[in-house]
């Protein structure tokens, strides 16, 4: 009981410091939940909701299974304000006709709905939970941002291009130095199973890869198990299978895989950035050999045990990738997969040289070489002139990332050394408003945190 009425008291301090900031989105209900547009929705809002829809039914029957049913009345949740929800809840908590084990151990949103704060307001939208082989499951709400840039400042971590889950508020707890939640995240943080993505030209393969974590997290509920306990390489895997598959993309990731095999990489210790292609490439192979159902139920074991798990994948998914040829193309692809220079690239936005962005679109489709690794480092490892206070303002916000994508890799060979160095420099420098300075710490970041995998590879 006495638990009971705590979880409710946090529950209001949460609502209460999540709504002061001055918010702008649009809550628009959909029939897992709803869609929060940041800023104004986009003017073909519903072409993106539309998709959503099909989305869910494609990734379920892609997997065989059946996929959730929308609550009854998702159109039309309830409105209430935070004071009378929060009545509401203490009087069931306290009621004698409301057995108390309908609240210990379980998730209040499932049965009272999810709470979503309104813009600038103190009414909350109340989501009714769909549910999911008979058992009522949180709604699913997507976070939908205007462009990249601004879901990344929001998140205060240019790292990604789209997320699912609730890592945003573990990865706020975890920072040593948290960047604290920006006013845009309150309806993402207000629920527990969320997908943020931006209107970028790839939002709908990102947006199938995210529900397929959705439908890879219900399932590892279902059968007792954790999402967040699988090996990253399978859930990353599975994600990019799905998309791939229902995308009719090409096979790519073959190529990156072999290039990861035949340098004899090992299936539990890949490294972080080559997880979604070698995931790919074991999420392939395991369903060819065995179908997707059997992959579907091996998750507990897949969670319970991988370095087992794998020992016993290993030989045949080797065997299979081992003979493939692979052009200079694919191992160029496979470098820049492995020294991550999409992202490093992503972190100079705002003075990238537009010749840099062409090598990366060359080596990214297959067309570049080994050469046009050292011709993007040797481009950008002179400093451009100084940049505008604006674009200046931009590399400094993406700071943090650098630590976020050294902790997220763990710390290795003393790397987190570099990255405390170049923290310190990097805000010296621009303190100091010396460009040639600032510039020359954000390139050995990049080289020495975020390309490290290809980095200590080449010695
Ligand atoms: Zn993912």
Known sequence: MKRALFAGLVFLTAISFLSLGAPDYTIVPWPYGAVVWIGAPSQDAQ????????????????????????AANWAHPVQTSSQAWYRGTMEQIQSPSVPITDFIGRDYSLIRGTPVPEPGS???????????????????????????????????????????????????LMLEKPTGPSASLIPILASGSDIILPRTDDWRSILDHEIAHWLTSLVCRY?????????PVMAEGIADYTA?????????????????????????????????????????????????????????????DWARQAAAITPGWRASLHNE?????????????????????????????????????????GKGA??????????????????????????????????????????????????????INLRKYREGGDWQGYYHWFITGLRKVIAAWGDTKGG
């Open 370 to 423: 080994p050469s046009d690794i050292d011709a993007f480092w040797k481009l950008i490892s002179t400093a451009p002139p100084p940049p505008s206070h604006d674009a200046w303002a931009r590399l400094a916000r993406r700071e943090d990332t650098f630590r976020i994508v050294q902790y997220r890799d763990g710390d290795r060979n003393g790397e987190r050394m570099a990255r405390a160095r170049v923290e």
């Open 244 to 304: 791939y598959s229902l995308s009719g993309a090409g096979r790519r990731w073959e190529n990156v895989a072999a290039a990861w095999v035949q340098a004899g990489g090992k299936l539990d210790s890949v490294p972080p950035p080559l997880w979604y292609d070698v995931g790919t490439s074991v999420v392939d192979y395991l369903v060819e050999r065995k179908g997707k159902d059997v992959l579907l139920y091996s998750l507990p074991e897949f969670a319970a």
């Open 122 to 172: 103190d009414e909350l939208l109340i989501l009714p939970a769909p549910s999911w082989e008979r058992e009522k499951i949180p709604p699913l709400i997507i976070g939908a941002y205007p462009d990249r840039e601004s879901m990344n400042a929001a998140c205060g971590d240019y790292s990604f291009i789209g997320t699912y889950g609730p890592p945003l508020s573990f990865r706020a």
């Open 223 to 231: 059968e007792g198990t954790d999402f967040g306990s699988l090996p």
């Open 325 to 365: 040829k692979l052009t200079d193309g694919d191992r160029a692809l496979y470098e820049a997969t492995l020294e991550r220079l999409d992202l490093c690239a992503w972190m100079l936005d705002p003075v990238l040289p537009p010749e840099a962005q062409a090598l990366l679109d060359k080596l990214y489709t």
């Open 47 to 70: 072409t993106m909701v539309d998709y959503a829809i099909r989305a869910v039914q494609n990734v379920f029957r892609f997997w065989g299974i059946h996929p959730p049913s929308p």
